[in-house]
């Protein structure tokens, strides 16, 4: 099975099976082998005590562009640690985009950037993670036959 279509259907079974990505509104801009593009649109149910959003609405966009990135590969990956920098306020009615940028692959780990605008392309978040690669594939019957 080509590399793209592989990443596109293991997304597409994650976000299926991801009631929370579901909820935030997340929509899959792009998906390839080891990289992801998602986007966003900012609630009012979103917004903390500042009427800004809460932190962990760019942590999560930034979260399920990591897993989707790092799974993209057909191998089942886990975040083993994360991190992020919100450098912008966010505000109700932000269309934010998250875009991932794979900065290693070994066997069994992998560390992506993930960096988050908004609808001016100014950077409101810089997310690291690392994820360890399980070994277990996504679709076994099928990977196994290639």
């Not at 080509?2 to 509104?25: C, E, K």
């Amino acid at each position: 099975m080509p590399a793209t279509t592989l990443a596109q259907r293991v997304v597409a079974r994650m976000y299926d099976n991801d009631p929370f990505s579901i909820w935030l509104g997340i929509e899959r801009v792009a998906i390839d082998t080891g990289r992801c593009a998602l986007r966003m649109t900012v609630r009012p149910e979103m917004l903390n005590g500042f009427a800004i959003a809460h932190g962990g609405i760019t942590y999560s966009l930034a979260d399920s562009c990591l897993a989707f990135a790092a799974n993209s590969h057909g191998i089942q990956c886990v975040s083993v640690e994360t991190s992020i920098s919100h450098t912008k306020a966010v505000k109700e009615g932000d269309v934010l985009t998250a875009t991932s940028e794979e900065m290693s692959l070994t066997r069994s780990i992998g560390i992506y950037h993930i960096t988050v605008i908004n609808q001016r392309a100014e950077t409101v978040a810089l997310f690291k993670g690392t994820v360890y690669r399980t070994g277990k594939a996504w679709f076994p019957e099928e990977q196994s036959n290639s």
